[in-house]
């Protein structure tokens, strides 16, 4: 069992940056992927941003230009690096790890609110 941590939310202003990471008890370096999930108030957990082991990157529209995902293989950790937040951007985010075709992991969720 892959154990993932989250850490570096909080409250921001619009307009502001955080920098979510996540550690995993594994070697990252022989996962499928990794990915950072939100999930608002009401609403359905949605992806934001995933990258492969070979480090390809896709994100949902609504974040493209202003956050970036990226991985640390020698540390194990994967961050979401999240400039110009929006209020839309308010949820619960989730670091997931697709570890093989048959075993994937979720964290336990870290809240990021953005208001003035």
């Known amino acids: 069992q892959v154990h993932l941590v989250e850490s570096g939310g909080g409250l921001v202003q619009p307009g502001g940056s955080l920098r979510l990471s996540c550690a995993a008890s594994?070697?990252?370096?022989?996962?499928?992927?990794m990915a950072w999930y939100r999930q608002a108030p009401g609403k359905e957990r949605e992806l934001v941003a995933t990258?492969?082991?070979?480090?390809?990157?896709n994100y949902v529209d609504s974040v493209k230009g202003r956050f970036t995902i990226s991985r640390d293989n020698a540390k194990n950790t994967v961050y979401l690096q999240m400039n110009n937040l929006k209020p839309e951007d308010t949820a619960v985010y989730y670091c997931?790890?697709?570890?093989?075709?048959?075993?994937?992991?979720w964290g336990q969720g870290i809240q990021v609110t953005v208001s003035s």
């Open positions: 997931y790890a697709e570890v093989s075709h048959y075993s994937d992991s």
């Open positions: 594994g070697s990252i370096f022989s996962f499928r992927a």
């Open positions: 990258i492969t082991s070979g480090g390809n990157t």
